[in-house]
Structure formats: structure tokens, C-alpha cells
């Protein structure tokens, strides 16, 4: 098999994923068009969730060593005193967002956290589709076709819509397919890699900020399977 029949092989075989992909960044491609004037930004409370990270960024040699701070508290910070650790929908040891920092700090231009921010936004709301599609095909036994279809509107549901203004909550709320998906995995196959994978993802979702979209993902799933044990 030549590379060319590999390459075919592996697009069709995941077809569904490259449409998924191509239909959020065509459904929003004015946030996408970095390459023109006309680029546009997501703004409302994710604006300013961006901004906590640029204060971060701006104090991180601060906050990660004893000067001038004391257990993550820095008096200059933000002007406020605010303890950094008790900010939990800032969402400051959420992997991702410490990946962002750390990309800005390589190219020390602190102006790239907003459409890093944003692209992770949808980076979320991709992979979350991703998991739909997967549930839909898995357990629910729809085809192709109907799953794919399943997983486009769940990109645009009312609440995914409704919280662009406030990313940190989509992007928490992205993981209740992921969730419950290895949920259902841990039900019906067992195995150690699903359990490790299901906390993962739960623990993540409370990391990445919003709590209680956070707690209202574990409750759906620990429901469902409490459901499931009853019959």
C-alpha cells in the first residue's frame, strides 16, 4: 500500500471528523481570518477571562517564586490582593491554559493570548463534537450520516452558542460528551484505561474552571449509570 492509498484510507476512515472540523471554522470563519483586516474576536466575559491570563502571564516569574508573593498570593497582582489559587474560574492550572502561557512566553508577545484563548474555545467545542459523533455511533446505533449530523447541531446548541461570550464555561461544558462517553465505556467494557481516562476528563473539567458545569457533567453521569444498574 503506497503513501497515496494510506493517506486516502486514513481520510475516509475519519471522514466524518474533517467534516466536523471544516464546518466550525466555515460557520465562524470571520474569528478564523487571521490572514485579513477583517478578523473578528470573541468578547464579553471572555475578554476578560483572557485578561486575568495576560495578568498572570504579565506576574508568572512573580507568582511561581517567594519574591514578593507568598502561596500564590501577590499583593501588586491585578491591583487586588486576590489570592491566585481562589480564583477557580480563571482557570490558572488547567493544562491547556498553562500551554497558552507558555506558547506566549516562547514568542514574549503577550498580544497573542486572545486568539490563542479563542482558537482553544473552539478547540473544545471540536473535540466535544468529536465524542457526540462517537456516542451516537457507538451506543445509540445510528449511522454515519445521523451521528455526523448529531454532532454538528450539538455545535450548535443554544447553550454552546450562548457561551461563546463566556468561554470558560463552553469550554468546561465540552467535556460532558467526553465524560460521559468513557462513562458508557466503563459500563459496558470495564477495563483500567477507561476508568484512568473517565477521571481524567472529570478532573479536568473541574480545572477548566466553571465548577458547576463542572459538577452538573459528573452528576449526568453518575445518574445515568445508577440508572443503568436498575434495570
Known sequence: MNKFTKAKSFISGNFQYFVIVAFVIISHFQNFAFFTKYQTFIFGDT???TLYLAGFYEHLDKLLTLKDNFLFWNPNYLSSGISTLSIVDMAYLYPVNIVILLITKLFQNVLLLFPFYMFSIYLHLIVGSFFVYKILSK????D???SLFGALIWTFIGFNTEWFSA?????TASYLPICFYFSLNMM??????NYVTYYVSTALSFLAGYTMVAAIIYG??????ILMLKK
Open 188 to 193: 459496558k467494557e470495564g477495563s483500567f484505561k
Open 47 to 49: 475578554a476578560i477571562y
Open 220 to 225: 449526568v453521569c453518575v445518574f445515568y449509570r
Open 167 to 171: 468561554g470558560q464555561v463552553l469550554i
Open 144 to 146: 454515519r450520516f445521523q
Open 139 to 142: 451506543y445509540f446505533n445510528l
